[in-house]
């Protein structure tokens, strides 16, 4: 299914926020997957549990301090103005990146590398050892104070 179906299946906040991560992440999985694991909702949940979403109190619209017709018509020539900046500012950004860098001198793997892997692999010690099982977690770690104010800001 394409975003533009969406459209016609899905209502209009969700359709914007698969647009926005589509636009964030691309097809980058294990970024989506770390961003949604550490909003609020997901952090706040034990297995099995329903995802409980509440809106912040700063994301709760203010009908009394609502902006006049021509007031919010100042604003949206001023936000389109800003926005169309920001795009000229991305595209300056990305034709920047575009530039090709001038790659360096290729590797030497010769004596003094493979001497100073081996250095190194001394200095590490013995490798670990390498074993099966299955590792068990308390049902306590879900509802556990360090999880969930670790995404607080993520969210």
Known sequence: MTLDALDHV????VVSAVRWAVGEFGSDTPALLRHVYLTRP???ASP???LV???RAME????????ALDES???AKQRKKLAEHLREEVRRRLAERRTPVPAGPPPRY???FFEGVAWLDHQAGSPFPVSDGELVFSP?????RGRAESGEDAS
């Open 140 to 144: 306590e770690v879900w509802k556990s």
């Open 48 to 50: 099995g549990e329903y």
């Open 53 to 55: 979403f509440e809106p």
């Open 10 to 13: 899905l209502p209009g906040p």
């Open 73 to 75: 018509r100042k604003l």
């Open 110 to 112: 010769d004596e003094i």
């Open 60 to 67: 709760v619209a203010d009908p009394e301090g609502a902006p």
């Open 42 to 44: 997901m952090l706040r």
